[in-house]
């Protein structure tokens, strides 16, 4: 299964969401948005054009951090552990 954390470094989200799937000893691809334009574009496409981001949208927030695991999208990581078939 082919995950892909897009995140901020400074988001203060980041931090809790990371820890959270290292207890889960999750791997993923870590995709740093401000590390380079190419991360960004990357990001961007993503929340244009997945459903997931759409209430965050709304409220004026970015989505971030954000786990990708193949079509499915998280914003929060109980949704993963859900998703992982973990309690919470």
Do not use: W
């Amino acid at each position: 299964m082919t995950a892909t954390l897009f995140f901020v470094t400074e988001c203060p989200d980041t931090a809790p969401f990371v820890a959270g799937l290292k207890e889960l000893a999750f791997d993923y691809e870590a995709v740093e948005i401000t590390a380079n334009l190419a991360n960004f574009k990357r990001f961007i496409r993503l929340r244009d054009q997945h459903p997931a981001f759409q209430q965050a949208k709304e409220n004026g927030y970015v989505g971030m951090p954000a786990l990708q695991i193949g079509e499915e999208v998280f914003l929060d990581l109980s949704e993963v552990k859900d998703f992982l078939g973990h309690s919470s």
